[in-house]
């Protein structure tokens, strides 16, 4: 239950509310977490009027505010239609339009195609702290340690390569629903290449980041490989997570 409101005008002032022990204050971006019923009592900070809602591109970097919703996003990643792909594929039209792009992400699981898009494409969170500088924290870290690093924080940015190009495949019962497996790959000029697997689990996997693809196809299969539940067996899942992660390789090829 959320027990008080407050809409600082400075990021100091946010910053400040955050860092109290009591009660407990959360950021609240666009709410669809937040509105929904809660198990404990909370204070928020709404960041409407914080400036974090900006995409542009800096050099060889797409820095994302953290209140960019995730349909401002798609609107503006016409140099990555595979992310558009993911958004789309993470929610619907109207639930698209509330969503941040910091709000889902930290409530990822393994399931968001999303989040699997953007850690194959190694996106960095700006955090910060009351009285800190801020830290550049690699996603795939944050999700792991999100106890670790989110209390009394707030993410203001979020980055990923624009040079880079990015695949994404997914099998899902319909259309609608959050993948079974899906697979995205991103590839940079230099070679490198990351692959990461979502559709199972707490948080997706980063199965392969090398200087080439060698080996990608064998190690998407040997990550699911374990990764049966409810909607799909192991086998099943390793099959896929192998076809999907060569498509998006052919793809980019």
Not at 36 to 65: H, M
Not at 70 to 81: I, K, T, V, W
Not at 153 to 164: E, M, N, R
Not at 178 to 192: D, E, F, K, T
Request: hydrophobic residues 45%; negative net charge.
């Amino acid at each position: 239950m959320i027990i008080e409101y407050n809409r600082p005008k400075t990021l100091d002032e946010a910053l400040a509310l955050l860092a109290r022990s009591e009660p407990v204050t959360v950021p609240l971006g666009g709410g669809t977490v937040l509105n929904q019923p809660l198990d404990k009592t909370v204070a928020v900070v709404d960041l409407q009027s914080l400036g974090l809602d900006d995409v542009e591109t800096e050099g060889q970097e797409l820095k994302i505010g953290a209140n960019v919703t995730l349909q401002a996003l798609l609107q503006a990643g016409d140099s990555l239609p595979a992310l558009a792909e993911a958004i789309r594929h993470e929610a619907a039209y109207n639930l698209r339009h509330m969503a941040t792009v910091a709000g889902t992400l930290v409530a990822a699981d393994g399931r968001s195609p999303f989040a699997t898009a953007m850690l194959a494409l190694n996106a960095q969170l700006s955090i910060v702290q009351q009285g800190k500088d801020a830290e550049q924290i690699p996603l795939g870290e944050m999700l792991s340690l999100r106890v670790e690093h989110l209390p009394h924080s707030l993410i203001t940015q979020v980055t990923i390569p624009a040079q880079a190009s990015l695949a994404y495949q997914y099998v899902a019962r319909s259309p609608a629903d959050l993948p079974i497996v899906c697979a995205a790959v991103a590839q940079w000029p230099s070679g490198r290449t990351r692959v990461a697997l979502g559709g199972h689990g707490e948080i997706p996997l980063l199965v392969l980041d090398g200087n080439g693809p060698d080996g990608a196809t064998i190690a998407a299969r040997s990550a699911y490989s374990e990764a049966g539940d409810q909607w799909a067996s192991a086998e099943y899942r390793g099959d896929v997570a192998e076809t999907l992660t060569g498509r998006c390789l052919q793809e980019l090829a």
